[in-house]
């Protein structure tokens, strides 16, 4: 039986508004879970409704085999950890730590040594005195994880925790939350609209799109094997590229090249006859010059952007458009024409109507 179980779940706010459509999914204990999607896709309102801070309109949130849908954020053990850290300003950091436990009614000396061992875990040791206005946006994190983390709950939410951070705190504290979810063993639900931040810390992905889930799967499988053209384009970075072109007799014209793409069609072939679809391949995927066994294209470098490891190659094929990733070595020059080869299996093809990969 699964820990924690979401059947059906929706969301419809008294004005009618439909923010969360039949939401299920089905976590193990101990997993590390992301929901992912853009602003305003229902990722925060469902983690909201599995805390307890949202009603559940319709459906069932079960607790391992337990409805909990009329039970309150205390009732349900969970703690949560806001984009906002919601610190306590007046207090010390070992305060602010400690405050779920003093109003459990916890002793002093049980208090000590857990507030203790959790900054150890967190690298706070040496701030406990101190006032979260003398701490960095990365440290004031921390201690708010510290404060959902001394519970020892079985369920863990995470907010858009680490939105508030730069760049360079954001990826020290994406090993920490990863490393502290190792340590603790929580069921770890995490909601973020940065999808790196899904890709390098998840166990599964859930990516959803205006209140559905669009798919469910590990970093691997919605990396490979997207299900439609907004899961594909929504993980990668850069995206990957799409053109719409129609089918004539298994084949379609791209800047003036000619692909026979019959074979990825297989039996669907004379379905997409004279139909259009949308020919997908990843940045990093091509190979520059002609291969064979793959599909080679031809553009013009309108622009490179030197990344250090990667060069992100920005060129024009006819009226349609794409960016490529190479290696820096090989990057080729601004204003040059260039040849690239795209491998078979390496070749995404999407229903022109539906946006559903074709198998």
Do not use: W
């Not at 009226?319 to 080869?341: G, R």
């Amino acid at each position: 039986m699964a820990y924690l179980t979401l059947r059906d779940i929706n969301k419809i706010y008294p004005n009618g508004f439909h923010a969360v459509h039949n939401f299920n999914l089905e976590m193990e204990r101990g997993e590390f879970i992301v929901f992912v999607g853009p602003s305003g896709c229902g990722k925060s309102t469902t983690l909201r409704m599995i805390a307890g801070l949202e009603d559940i309109s319709n459906g069932d949130f079960l607790i391992d085999g337990v409805r909990a849908n009329e039970q309150g954020p205390r009732e349900r053990g969970i703690a949560m950890v806001f984009q906002s850290y919601a610190l306590y300003p007046q207090m010390t950091v070992y305060d602010n730590i400690a405050f779920g436990l003093e109003l459990q009614g916890a002793d002093e000396e049980y208090i000590d040594e857990k507030v203790r061992n959790t900054a150890r875990i967190l690298g706070l040791t040496d701030y406990l005195d101190r006032l979260p206005r003398a701490l960095s946006g990365g440290q004031r994190q921390r201690v708010a994880i510290g404060r959902a983390l001394i519970r020892k709950v079985g369920i863990f939410l995470m907010d858009e925790p680490l939105s508030n951070l730069d760049a360079k705190q954001r990826v020290t504290m994406r090993s920490e939350i990863t490393q502290i979810h190792r340590e603790t063993g929580a069921t770890t639900i995490y909601v973020t609209h940065d999808q790196t931040e899904a890709m390098t810390m998840a166990d599964r992905i859930v990516v959803m799109k205006e209140g559905y889930v669009q798919q469910v799967g590990t970093p691997r499988e919605l990396y490979f094997h997207p299900v439609n053209l907004f899961v594909a384009g929504f993980i990668g970075e850069p995206p990957m590229n799409f053109i719409r072109s129609k089918v004539r007799d298994g084949k379609i014209s791209i800047g003036g090249a000619e692909l026979d793409i019959s074979g990825k069609l297989g039996g669907q072939q004379g379905k997409y006859n004279g139909k259009e679809i949308i020919f997908g391949f990843r940045p990093e995927a091509i190979l520059l010059g002609r291969r064979e066994n793959a599909c080679v294209l031809s553009g013009a470098v309108e622009l490179t952007e030197m990344l250090g490891d990667n060069v992100n190659v920005y060129i024009t094929m006819g009226d349609q458009q794409a960016i490529l990733k190479t290696d820096p070595h090989d990057a080729p020059d601004t204003d040059s024409n260039i040849d690239f080869s795209i491998p078979f299996e390496s070749v995404y093809l999407f229903d022109g109507e539906t946006e559903r990969v074709i198998l």
